[in-house]
C-alpha cells in the first residue's frame, strides 16, 4: 500500500502575512490523514512556516534548487540551504523552469542528486506540451524525461515523480481521468524496467495540472496516482484542505 502524498506548490506567490493562510490550514489537517501532507512556499517563507508548522504533519519542500552546495552562483538556492531552513522536500523539473530557466534534463537530474546530497526528497517532475500531445508523443516525451533525468540511486524514499501535463497548469483544463491512468500506468511500469521492481513499485506518482476540490476525488482515483501536486488551489487553505480531503 502506497501512502498518498498532496502537495502544494506555492509558485511565485505568498509575503510574509500568508502565515495566516497556513495557520489556518495548520487548524484544519492538525489531526493525523490519510496522506502526508507537503507545503512548497517560496525559499523566502520556508523558515517562518516551519516554525508555524513544528510537531504538525505538514511538512516543507522548495520549488527548485542548484546542483552545487554553495559558491558564486547569484540568486540561487541550494538544496543544503532548504534543508537548513526546515524544508524536507524540493520540487526538480518543473515545467515552468525548464522553460523560464532553460532546465534541461541533464540539470535536473544534477538538481535531484544534489537534493538527496542534502538528505532531500526530490519531486520530479515530467509532462507534454500540447503539441507533443496533439501529435501523439506524450508517451515518449516522458520517457524521455524520466530516462534523462532521474539519476542512478532512486528509491522509493528518496524520489516522487509527478506527471504534470503542461497545457493542463493553471488553465482549468485536465486528462480524463483515463488518460491520467494511461500516462501513470506507462511511468509506474517504465519504472519497475529502469528502477527494479521494489523500487518501481513503491515510487509514489502524482498528478499536477489544475487539480481542485471539485475534481481530486475523481483524479486521485485513478489508477497508480498517489496523490496531487496542486499550484493555484494550493494557495487558499480551504481550498487545499477540500483536495486532502479526496483521502479522507
Ligand atoms: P495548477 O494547479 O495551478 O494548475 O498548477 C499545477 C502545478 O504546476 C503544480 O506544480
Redesign the pocket.
Known sequence: MIRPIVAG?W?MNGVSNSVSEINSLKEKVSSPSNCDILICPPATLIMAFSHILKETPIELGGQTCHSAASGAHTGDISSEMLKDCGANYV?TG???RRMDHGELDKIVKAQTEAAWRAGLKAIL?VGELIGERKADLTLKVIERQLKNSIPEGATADNLII?Y?PVW????GLTPTVDDVATVHTFIRNNLIETQGQQVGSNMRLLY????KPGNAKELMAASNVNGA??????LKAEDFAGIIAAYE
Not at 168 to 171: L, Q, W, Y
Not at 208 to 211: A, L, P
Not at 229 to 234: D, P, T
Open positions: 506548490n509558485k520540487i518543473h515545467s515552468e517532475c509527478a504534470e493542463a497548469i493553471g488553465t499536477g495540472g489544475s487539480v501536486l496542486v499550484g493555484g488551489a494550493s
